[in-house]
């Protein structure tokens, strides 16, 4: 059987929505964010004496946010020094508010 790509036309900001959920999805990457929030910036090293694990882990997790648009890096030779991207953190809590703002009682299965 062959199969045909589809192509899913999403409300404006679905996709945007999913990657910041993808990007929250592990609990390392929730305390790095809270880590940024209290200290405003850092870099790596400073991440690794605070969350105990290898800075190739911490490195990924850092990726990942950043992917998202999370976080932000700015290159301090030899270093990065990161912190929370505030315009698109602001656009996530937007998008989770309009999910989290459905009423799905209202449409609620009777299962």
């Known amino acids: 059987m062959k199969r045909t790509n589809k ?13 910041y959920a993808k990007a929250l999805s592990h609990p390392v990457r929730i305390k790095i964010l809270k880590y940024l929030n209290e200290n405003n910036s850092c870099h790596t090293s400073i991440l690794m004496e605070s969350i105990p694990l290898a800075q190739s882990t911490i490195s990924q997790h850092l990726k990942e946010l950043r992917n998202a648009g999370l976080i932000k890096g700015e290159l301090e030779l030899p270093k990065i020094k990161y912190c929370i991207d505030i315009d698109n953190w602001e656009e996530a809590k937007s998008l ?16």
Do not use: P, Q, R
Request: a negative charge; charged letters at 30%.
């Open 96 to 111: 989770f508010c309009d999910l989290f703002d459905i009423d799905f009682n209202e449409n609620s299965c009777s299962i």
């Open 7 to 19: 192509i899913i036309e999403y409300k404006s900001g679905t996709e945007k929505l999913s990657a």
